[in-house]
């Protein structure tokens, strides 16, 4: 075995054997770890060339048993869309999008349920579960069905984008629908693990989820042959796909395969943003929002889970943790739309606003290579475009009627 968890609080160590979401000694989140010397050895980038772009690509960094099942879908392999107008919208020179709403269920999460639900498997789990603001639920429920395991997940009621929970009943999840937030549906889920045998939890406390959603960093380095870009914004709510993706440059780079890394730019939203306003303060801790609001019903989060990961990865890597108004996203995923062709829901648009505001007080300079990560497809929430774009037209079958409703009789 040739990784262990490890506890970011205190250094403990445990065994991969053990099922375990915090620290038994200080109750702090786990990371897995590995032994680098024996992965230099193991990984033949010649190798990963000759298979296609996806999260198995990278099966050598990824902490599953030889021999495992791997329950996959075909995730990860998404496009990293060079985005001319865009980029010269914004002033930028050379920016990217790394478009996860691409995925299975259309959204990162497959990249992190592939590798999560494939562990069940190897442990023998029966059920799994997940408390969710929509797409992490879709997510494990189509890997659950595809697996034959049992899947139950725990939602905030009413503020689930409708696209989403269509996802999780039709994969045949047993769906909780939670009087509370998201906050409140992870302390109860947890809680159901905790004394339900044969239940693994898959919520990004789980440390093997965030190993499958590393995979995106890997992915960005050789869709740009090999160099990193300067900059990775990636939307924010429980924090885990920022530590994640900071985790996959710092493998790269500590098994040599890349000498830079990147400033991770993080985006909350402004009515849910309590890492935002501990980076802003110079905080080592975070103050929870008890009631977090947002149009981006998918980072609607006032306790993030994986928030010390998150701060420690924009610390550390130079970069920053900024706050967008629901305006701005919305305007940004119109922009996204209709300069790159590419529909994403209000979450992963803040990191377009993110960039957007960044440019314009001066914090992304016009030189840096940029990638926005947007994180889910925008199908999963088409009520919201109601909001943001003109309706249709609608005129009796008359030439005449449809050229001046186009405005094209002149
Ligand atoms: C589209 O599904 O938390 O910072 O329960 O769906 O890793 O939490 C979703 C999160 C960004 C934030 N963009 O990622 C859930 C859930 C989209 C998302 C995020 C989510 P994290």
């Not at 996802?167 to 905790?194: I, K, P, S, T, W």
């Not at 019903?297 to 610390?315: D, E, F, H, N, Q």
């Not at 529909?343 to 314009?360: D, N, Y």
Request: aromatic residues 4%; contains cysteine.
């Amino acid at each position: 075995m040739n990784h262990h968890l490890e506890c970011i609080g205190c250094g403990a160590h445990y065994s991969s054997s053990e099922v375990l979401y915090a620290c038994r000694s200080c109750g702090d989140l786990l990371e897995v770890r590995y032994d680098y010397e024996s992965l230099r050895e193991s990984v033949d980038t010649s190798l990963w060339k000759a298979r296609p772009l996806s999260v198995w690509r990278y099966e050598e960094l990824l902490p599953l048993d030889r021999g495992s099942v791997k329950v996959s879908l075909g995730e990860g392999g998404t496009s990293l869309h060079r985005s001319i107008r865009l980029t010269e919208s914004l002033g930028l020179k050379r920016m990217h999008v790394k478009n996860e709403g691409e995925n299975p269920t259309g959204s990162f999460k497959d990249r992190g349920m592939t590798l999560g639900v494939s562990k069940a498997v190897e442990i023998g789990a029966e059920k799994v579960a997940c408390a969710s603001t929509g797409n992490t639920s879709a997510s494990l429920a189509a890997y659950a069905a595809r697996a034959g395991l049992e899947c139950i997940v725990v939602i905030p009621s009413g503020k689930v984008a409708l696209g989403k929970l269509a996802q999780a009943v039709v994969y045949g999840a047993r769906v909780v629908q939670l009087e509370g937030n998201f906050d409140d549906a992870l302390r109860a889920v947890v809680e159901l693990a905790q004394s339900e045998i044969g239940l693994y939890l898959l919520n990004s406390i789980n440390p093997y989820r965030l190993e499958g959603q590393k995979t995106l960093a890997y992915e960005v380095c050789d869709q740009l042959g090999g160099r990193v870009p300067d900059t990775v914004i990636v939307p924010v709510g429980n924090a885990g796909n920022i530590s994640a993706i900071w985790k996959g440059f710092q493998d790269l780079n500590q098994l040599g395969l890349i000498s830079d890394l990147p400033r991770m730019i993080g985006i909350q939203a402004e009515g849910a943003s309590p890492i935002a306003e501990a980076f802003r303060r110079g905080l080592s801790r975070i103050d929870p929002v008890p009631n977090p609001e947002t149009v981006a019903t998918a980072i609607r989060i006032g306790s993030p889970a994986s928030w010390k990961k998150a701060l420690r990865a924009v610390r550390s890597s130079n970069g920053l943790i900024e706050t967008v108004a629901d305006r701005e996203i919305l305007e940004a995923q119109k922009l996204l739309a209709r300069l790159e062709g590419i529909f994403v829901e209000p979450a992963s648009a803040a990191s377009i606003a993110g960039l957007k505001k960044l440019v314009e007080v001066g914090a992304v300079s016009s030189e840096e290579e940029v990638v926005c990560v947007t994180t889910g497809h925008g199908l999963k929430d088409p009520e919201i475009v109601e909001r943001i774009c003109e309706k249709p037209i609608t005129v009796n079958a008359d030439q005449n009627l449809i050229k001046r409703a186009l405005g094209l009789n002149r």
